[in-house]
C-alpha cells in the first residue's frame, strides 16, 4: 500500500514587504556618506569632482556648494519616508498619501533614471567583453580607470532608486486594499488583461528592437570602414585609436538586445527553444526575462538624459548627422522596451500566489 502526500503550496514571495525596510536602509548609509562629504568636502562623486564623464552627468549642473547637502538631504528624507512605509497598512489622510507618494516617486526616478548616465549604458554593453577579454589583457584599458568610485556611486544610486520604487509601489498598493504582490484589487482594467497585452505589447516590443538596430548599423558600417555620418577622417582616428572595435561591441550588444526583446512577443521568449540542451521545451521564468529588460529599459533612458542635454553632443558632426541620429531615438527605445516589458509580464503572471487572482 502507498500513499501519496501533496506538495506544500509554493510560498508566495517576501520582497514586496522588504523593499521599504532595504530601501530605508541603503538611502541611510548613502545619506550618511553624503552628509560626510559635505562635511569634509571630499567624497562626492559627481559633477565637478568626476573627471571621467562627468559632462554627461546632468548633476553638474548643480552647483558644487549646493550639490552635496541637498544630496545628503534628499537621501535621508528619502530613507525616512520609507521607513515610514514600512509600517502596518494605516491608510493616511489623502494629502499626506498624495505626497508622500509623489515624493517617493520623484526620488526613485531621480536615483534611477537622472543621478546615472551613459556610463552605466555603456558598462553595461561592454561588460561581456571586459569579463571574457580580462585574462587575455584585451582590450588593452587600465581597469581602474574603469571601475572608479563615480562609476560605483552610480549603481548605487540605481540601486537605491529601484529599492525605493519597489517601497513606494508595495506602500500604494497595501494603502489601497490591492494585494501586495501583483497589484490587482478584484477590478477589471481591459488594457491589462492578457489579450490586450499581447496586442499593444506587439507594437512596443517592434519599436524597442528597430531603435537598436539602427544604432548598430552605424557601429558596423564603421567597422567595415564605411563613414556612415562621419568623416573619412574621423573614421581613420577612430580606426588609429581602437574606438571603431568598441563601437563594434557596443553595436552587437545592441543587435543581442533588439533580439531578446523580439522574444519578448515571441514563442521562444515563453518556452526555451529545441537547441537549448537541457532547457528545451522548459518554460521561460518571467523574472528572467522582465528583471534583465527593465533594467536596459532604465538604463537607456539615463543615458539618454545626460548625452541629449550635453553640448558636446551635437558637435559630433556639427549637428544633425546619420551617427547621432539614432541616439535621438532612445527616449522612445526606453519607454517602448519599458512597455514590452510590462506587457509579457501582464501575459504570463498566471495567478498570484498571495491573493489567487488570475
Not at 556648494?65 to 491608510?91: D, H, I, N
Not at 498619501?97 to 537622472?114: N, P
Not at 556610463?119 to 580580462?134: D, N, S, T
Request: aromatic content about 10%; hydrophobic content about 55%; proline content about 7%.
Amino acid at each position: 500500500m502507498t500513499t501519496t502526500v501533496a506538495a506544500p503550496p509554493r510560498t508566495a514571495s517576501r520582497w514586496p514587504d522588504r523593499f521599504a525596510p532595504l530601501a530605508a536602509g541603503w538611502l541611510g548609509l548613502w545619506g550618511v556618506l553624503a552628509l560626510l562629504a559635505t562635511l569634509t568636502g571630499a567624497g562626492y562623486p559627481f559633477g565637478a569632482n568626476d573627471p571621467h564623464g562627468g559632462d554627461v552627468n546632468l548633476l553638474r549642473l548643480v552647483p558644487m556648494g549646493l550639490a552635496t547637502p541637498l544630496f545628503a538631504c534628499v537621501l535621508l528624507t528619502a530613507a525616512v519616508a520609507a521607513l515610514a512605509m514600512s509600517r502596518p497598512a494605516v491608510r493616511p489622510p489623502g494629502p499626506l498619501r498624495a505626497l508622500l507618494a509623489g515624493y517617493g516617486w520623484a526620488v526613485a526616478f531621480a536615483l534611477a533614471v537622472v543621478v546615472p548616465d551613459a556610463r552605466v549604458l555603456i558598462i553595461l554593453g561592454y561588460a561581456p567583453i571586459l569579463l571574457l577579454g580580462a585574462p587575455f589583457g584585451w582590450p588593452p584599458v587600465d581597469y581602474a580607470d574603469i571601475f572608479t568610485w563615480a562609476l560605483f556611486a552610480r549603481f548605487a544610486a540605481l540601486a537605491g532608486g529601484l529599492l525605493l520604487a519597489g517601497a513606494v509601489l508595495a506602500w500604494q498598493r497595501r494603502t489601497a486594499g490591492a494585494c501586495l504582490g501583483c497589484g490587482r484589487d478584484g477590478t477589471d482594467r481591459g488594457w491589462t488583461t492578457p489579450a490586450a497585452a499581447a496586442r499593444w505589447g506587439r507594437w512596443a516590443a517592434g519599436i524597442a528592437a528597430a531603435i537598436p538596430l539602427t544604432y548598430a548599423l552605424t557601429r558596423f558600417a564603421w567597422a567595415a570602414g564605411i563613414p556612415l555620418g562621419i568623416s573619412r577622417e574621423f573614421l581613420t582616428e577612430m580606426q588609429d585609436t581602437g574606438l571603431v572595435w568598441a563601437g563594434l561591441g557596443l553595436g552587437a550588444f545592441a543587435t543581442v538586445g533588439a533580439i531578446l526583446t523580439l522574444g519578448l512577443v515571441q514563442r521562444w521568449g515563453e518556452r526555451f527553444p529545441r537547441w537549448m540542451i537541457g532547457l528545451a521545451g522548459r518554460r521561460v521564468p518571467v523574472k528572467l526575462a522582465v528583471v534583465p529588460a527593465t533594467l536596459v529599459a532604465i538604463a537607456v533612458t539615463a543615458a539618454t538624459l545626460g548625452l541629449l542635454s550635453n553640448p558636446g553632443f551635437w558637435d559630433l558632426e556639427h549637428g544633425f548627422s546619420l551617427a547621432g541620429a539614432p541616439m535621438l531615438l532612445w527616449p522612445f527605445w526606453g519607454v517602448a522596451l519599458g512597455a514590452a516589458t510590462y506587457a509579457y509580464h501582464l501575459r504570463r503572471r498566471g495567478a498570484c500566489r498571495r491573493c489567487g487572482r488570475a
